[in-house]
């Protein structure tokens, strides 16, 4: 993971956040992510975000399951040591339907919980940095990634322009890490968000 | 209703009388009367069950279904008119002709302790009055959901009075389903075979039927789409169709793998007889060519949110859901009449004239009755939910 330079602009009102989203993707600023305290319906499209292809990990993790049942059923039954039941067949695919179907049910179901983790960072004991104390209480959050085209000035100058009501500069980790709740190196915040210090 | 439609519906009624007509002259042939007594059921019952699915979707205060109510509803009312044709079909091959149901031959019945067990049951008296208490029941509460629905529109704006009367029906429509479902199927189509018995045969006559109807629905509303009638109906809409046929089809399978598996693994011969004939006999290319269509391909192809979202992909699954639901119901019927009695298979001319007819009649009936009103019910109050409908 990396460290690198945000500013941050909180705004107060949803639909703000659409409008300020769409700004910043019309001029070329790196988005880094938006935060709200509560889901807001359509702000992943208004992010240009892709669909989610977590059903394709889905069917594979299914496909593993049947396969992982039949293989060792199979192995059980019909190769390592054949046993007669009934004058059934040794590999009485009938029978082995439903544990097939349950495994197949069980990899796909749990597979897709941990990829989903995975992918949204979100396994026990993960940390992330928190750009903003208000980002789960009321306030909505952009943040702006800084790459070697901005400065911090100007992306501030823009937040201002789109109304925000609390705009700040970070130097923080981006991504997640493993511990305790202090960030591995302590970020430094250049100048404290308005309202914040207001109290 | 363009005049080209209308043409190839009166078309293909009139190859449905002429194959009717044919039929006739070979009275004796029990090839035709399968024929005859599976179509009219198969039309019957997946019309019975797209009564299910609007009550159901009225019960759960659905908004998705309000875009397609009225073509949902028109379905609906041509209930009575196959219910009379199945009717009358069923009544020749009860008290007339008697070549399909043994329990109606009186001789049979005397031979065999078994099938006198089942007299109360099995009897002329009893299947008639049951058959007309389940049709008249089915029509009268079909018919009651499309007048509370078209007294809606009549009412003033915001009016949530006839919503709630249609929730009072279709909360009774679905108990009487749920009885009604296993008694048409138990006396109607599980009596072919009367020493045979699956308790989870009306469940799976039910998951049939169901994935069927929708996939009815699906054509139904296509057409008309394509036709430029059904503005409110979007891609999100066509996508809950595709899941409640994915969704149905897996259903299905499920129940028929209860069913298959159970009787597989006990190996007693009083039921392993129905799947005798069906899978080792001279139906098993039928047999799997139907597990294929109904399962394998539904559940691969409506798999990906694409192919549920694309009006041409669904097109073709529904009609490969629906014709591998009509050959469900061909095996069914033919294995346990034509099957048993003359130890091969059959299907012909009889299969595709009358299936003809049938789908000409229930286009001109819904098309009759879609005329009568306007394409969606103006007053209903979810109307703005089902214009921004979004399925994930």
């Not at chain 1, 359509?42 to 889905?58: K, N, P, Y």
């Not at chain 1, 293989?71 to 009938?94: E, N, R, V, Y």
């Not at chain 2, 039927?209 to 009815?216: D, E, I, W």
Request: glycine share 8%.
């Amino acid at each position: 993971m990396a460290i690198k330079n945000f500013v941050i602009g909180g705004f107060r009102e949803e639909p703000e956040i659409f409008e300020a989203v769409r700004k910043v993707r019309l001029s070329g600023y790196k988005l880094h992510d938006v935060y709200a305290p509560y889901p807001v319906h359509g702000l992943d499209e208004a992010m240009g975000l892709r669909g989610t292809s977590i059903h394709t990990a889905g069917f594979v993790y299914g496909l593993l399951g049947t396969l992982t049942a039949l293989c060792g059923m199979g192995f059980c039954t019909a190769i390592s040591w054949q046993l007669d039941i009934d004058g059934k067949p040794h590999f009485p695919l009938a029978a082995f339907i439903p544990i097939t179907f349950e495994l197949t049910v069980l990899f796909s179901s749990v597979g897709m919980v941990i990829t989903y983790c995975w992918l949204n960072q979100m396994m026990p004991g993960v940390k992330k940095h928190l750009f903003h104390p208000r980002q789960t209480d009321d306030l909505f959050v952009v943040v702006i990634e800084l790459t070697g085209k901005t400065t911090a000035a100007e992306v501030k100058a823009f937040f201002e322009s789109l109304g925000a009501i609390d705009i700040g500069e970070q130097r923080a980790e981006a991504g997640w890490w493993y511990g305790n709740f202090a960030a591995p190196e302590p970020y430094q915040q250049t100048d404290m968000p308005r309202e914040a210090t207001v109290g | 209703m363009t005049p080209r439609l209308r043409n190839s519906c009166y078309g293909l009624v009139a190859i449905g009388i002429i194959t009717l007509v044919a039929g006739a002259f070979g009275l004796g042939s029990m090839h035709f009367w399968a024929t005859l007594l599976q179509d009219s059921l198969f039309f019957l019952l997946v019309s019975v069950a797209l009564t299910l699915m609007l009550a159901a979707a009225t019960l759960a205060q659905g908004s998705w279904q309000i875009a397609m109510r009225r073509v949902m509803e028109a379905i609906v009312m041509a209930v009575p008119v196959l219910g009379v044709i199945a009717f009358i079909i069923m009544m020749i091959l009860v008290y007339g002709h008697k070549p399909l149901y043994l329990w109606t031959n009186v001789h049979a019945l005397a031979a065999d302790p078994r099938l006198r067990g089942k007299r109360p049951f099995l009897s002329p008296g009893f299947f008639t009055v049951f058959a007309v208490f389940m049709i008249a029941g089915w029509s009268l509460l079909g018919w009651r959901l499309r007048k509370l629905s078209l007294l809606e529109d009549q009412a003033p704006k915001g009016t949530t009075k006839y919503f709630w009367k249609a929730v009072i029906v279709s909360a009774i429509f679905a108990v009487f389903y749920a009885v009604t479902n296993t008694g048409s199927s138990w006396s109607w189509l599980m009596s072919l075979d009367p020493y045979w018995y699956s308790t989870l045969y009306a469940w799976y006559i039910f998951a049939s039927t169901l994935v069927c109807s929708a996939a009815m629905l699906t054509l139904f509303v296509i057409l008309l789409k394509h036709m430029g009638y059904l503005e409110l109906v979007t891609r999100e809409h066509l996508h809950t169709l595709g899941l409640w046929m994915f969704a149905f089809s897996i259903f299905w399978t499920y129940l028929w793998f209860a069913q298959y598996m159970l009787i597989w693994y006990g190996n007693i011969p009083e039921e392993t007889t129905y799947f005798h004939i069906r899978l080792l006999g001279p139906y098993r290319a039928f047999f799997y060519l139907a597990l294929i269509i109904n399962f394998v391909v539904p559940f691969l192809a409506l798999m990906s949110r694409d192919s549920k979202r694309k009006y041409a992909s669904m097109t073709i699954m529904a009609i490969v859901v629906f014709l591998g639901h009509w050959l469900d119901f061909y095996m069914i019927v033919n294995p346990s009449t034509v099957g048993k009695a003359e130890g091969t298979w059959r299907l012909g001319w009889y299969e595709i004239g009358i299936t003809a007819g049938f789908v000409g009649l229930l286009v001109l009936l819904v098309a009759r009755s879609l005329a009568r009103a306007p394409m969606y019910p103006r007053n209903h109050p979810f109307l703005k939910e089902t214009v921004i409908h979004h399925t994930y």
